[in-house]
């Protein structure tokens, strides 16, 4: 099992940034794969984005390709999503699961994870 802390969040204006930062206790992330999943009110949580173990490979869902990044730094034991032109439909609470995997293989059900963080909440204002 793993311990999970998301940061990063915080109140924006659409067009700007956020670099939210998954760091894991208690266990090494590089052999779990990750997801950052997001929730706004009233919604069903969604996957973001999600990475392989050594960060070969990586998921997008169709509305943030382009905009947001997932990147992960096994030395570190820290997994970041980078958000880049920030929209006010991006508001959500933001949130990284983790579940050890395979090489080469992601998640993207939620279903599929068993450790999560608490969540950061990102905010953009019109």
């Known amino acids: 099992q793993v311990q999970l802390i998301e940061s990063g969040g915080g109140l924006v204006q659409a067009g700007d940034s956020l670099r939210l930062s998954c760091a894991a206790t208690?266990?090494?992330?590089?052999?779990?794969?990750v997801g950052w999943f997001r929730q706004a009110p009233g919604k069903a949580r969604e996957v973001v984005a999600a990475?392989?173990?050594?960060?070969?490979?990586?998921y997008y869902t169709d509305s943030v390709k382009g905009r947001f990044f997932i990147s992960r730094d096994n030395t570190k034991n820290t997994v970041y999503l980078q958000l880049n032109s920030l929209k006010p439909e991006d508001t959500a609470v933001f949130y990284c699961?983790?579940?050890?995997?395979?090489?080469?293989?992601?998640?993207?059900?939620?279903?599929?994870?068993?450790?999560w963080g608490q969540g950061t909440q990102v905010t953009v204002s019109s």
């Open positions: 699961a983790a579940e050890r995997a395979s090489n080469g293989i992601y998640y993207t059900s939620p279903r599929n994870y068993n450790d």
């Open positions: 208690g266990s090494t992330l590089s052999s779990y794969a």
């Open positions: 990475i392989t173990r050594s960060g070969g490979s990586a």
